[in-house]
């Protein structure tokens, strides 16, 4: 199946039809505590899913509700929330990216929880990384996105769309498209191309590369 074009470019921009004006009026989404741990370990390929541990969005943030066994972590992550992106991210990381991405997604679920706003919710980021509290990925390894970036209606309490189809991520800190002779400006999705617009930027940069379609269902 062939992605268009046009699916890189509202990832890259954030999806950017997903306005402030919306995240003001509801800033925070609350999934069925079920739906969310279903939908954080989709997001992991089976053989991962069993040992992997899990964490839900609650009033104070991600809370761990079990402890893996096999160094993943997986979690529905709502970077970009502060941002006005109403986008979830069901993600499961291996265990370097549990040791370097997980604890800066983590900290910035618990800002998004108690209402901070984007400027500020940057400058913990990086005061972070300056004080080496957090640290980029020191070596080579993947996250999951099976489930892709999805839309959870809260009216209906069921995930209602897909905003950008499954990938994996691999960990490229300090990587550009220019570095992988990719154009900015005319990505073609049916290559690997590098993302780095969660928080941290450059420092927790991903080269994206698509999965197949059979890989992101929920089993």
């Not at 990086?126 to 839309?151: C, T």
């Amino acid at each position: 199946m062939n992605i268009p074009c046009r699916f890189a470019f509202i990832f890259i921009a954030a999806l950017s039809n997903i306005t402030h004006a919306d995240n003001a009026k509801n800033p925070l989404q609350y999934l069925p505590r079920e739906l969310e741990i279903e939908l954080a370990l989709a997001a992991g390929p089976e053989p991962i899913r069993k040992e992997a541990s899990v964490y839900i969005f609650g009033k104070s943030g991600y809370e761990k509700v079990r402890d893996g066994k096999n160094g993943f972590t997986c979690f529905v992550n709502r970077d970009g929330h502060q941002n006005g992106d109403r986008a979830l991210r069901p993600t499961c990381w291996d265990p370097e990216g549990s040791a370097t991405i997980v604890p800066v997604m983590l900290r910035v679920g618990e800002l998004i929880a108690q209402g901070k706003s984007a400027a500020d919710i940057k400058k913990d980021v990086d005061s972070g990384f300056d004080s080496k509290r957090f640290r980029s990925p020191q070596k080579a390894g993947i996250a999951y996105m099976l489930k892709g970036d999805v839309v959870f209606d809260e009216k209906l309490q069921q995930i209602s769309k897909t905003l950008f189809p499954g990938h994996y991520m691999f960990y490229a800190p300090g990587v550009s498209n220019k570095d992988l002779g990719v154009d900015q400006k005319a990505i073609n999705p049916s290559l690997p191309f590098v993302y780095d617009g969660y928080s941290g930027g450059a420092r927790t940069a991903y080269i994206i590369v698509h999965a197949s379609e059979s890989t992101g269902h929920i089993h």
